[in-house]
């Protein structure tokens, strides 16, 4: 339920991130990076059903940053559960992107999830230039259940490391969020980018539906209501 919840979060992300792109944008122009995002820029999200408080999701462009030779923003997003359902079904979820600016491609991206009894962590390294991503997660099997902290469990597991063949100019699931507030949305397109995630190369579609008008704390505001089409499970799961 929750990451259904967190898919949702991602959405009126973008409808909010619309708002920020530059007047001038044309069809089939994709402006600047910086001239979309701030360093710093944080959006917080309170999570509730039936009107419970549940949880508090996060989004983040923590900065700019060097890796590897090239300029690049360094992008976060957490969901973690509230005392309540942290007694039923606890979420402690972390999720980074280091995106290259110019092109717009994947870097390196982590995954820290633990939802109730279920652990994972791994981090995948984007080489463009020979199609590879390297792709290495740690082994749980052998983590006591009551460890949480990531450096305590490296105590216990080993990582497997796994290489496998990448899409050029591919992004990962958190960065292509970033990728398509850059674009201008005309209503009733779809927009079509490669994605790498779970392992594998996906053609991720997003249809712009329509624009409508949205409520906020900050008054009444224009928006662009999109559909993705999902084809894999990550940040983006359908289902709960």
């Not at 259904?4 to 600047?32: K, N, S």
């Not at 090239?70 to 969901?79: I, K, N, P």
């Not at 020979?130 to 105590?155: I, N, W």
């Not at 409508?212 to 983006?236: C, D, M, N, Q, S």
Request: charged share 25%; aromatic share 10%.
């Amino acid at each position: 339920m929750f990451i259904c919840v967190h898919l949702w979060l991602h959405m009126l992300f973008l409808l909010a991130g619309i708002l920020a792109l530059p007047g001038h944008a044309l069809a089939g122009q994709v402006p600047e990076m910086e001239r979309v995002y701030r360093e710093g820029e944080r959006l917080v999200y309170d999570v509730s059903w039936l009107g419970i408080k549940g949880g508090q999701a996060t989004l983040e462009v923590r900065g700019v940053v060097q890796l590897n030779g090239q300029r690049a923003y360094h992008l976060v997003t957490t969901a973690t559960s509230g005392p309540v359902l942290s007694k039923i079904y606890r979420v402690d979820d972390r999720t980074e992107s280091t995106i290259a600016l110019h092109p717009m491609r994947a870097l390196r991206f982590e995954k820290h999830l633990r939802e109730g009894r279920y652990r994972h962590s791994s981090q995948t390294e984007f080489d463009h230039e020979k199609g590879r991503a390297s792709f290495r997660y740690l082994d749980f099997s052998r983590v006591p259940r009551e460890v949480s902290r990531l450096e305590e469990a490296e105590r216990y597991g080993t990582y497997v490391n796994q290489e496998f063949p990448l899409t050029p100019g591919a992004l990962d699931e958190l960065s292509v969020l970033y990728y398509v507030r850059t674009l201008p949305l005309a209503s009733s397109t779809t927009v079509v980018t490669s994605v790498f995630a779970s392992r594998k190369n996906w053609d991720l579609e997003v249809k712009v539906l329509r624009r409508e008008p949205l409520e906020t704390a900050l008054g009444r505001r224009e928006t662009v209501v999109v559909e993705p089409l999902l084809k894999f499970e990550g940040i983006f799961q359908r289902t709960g």
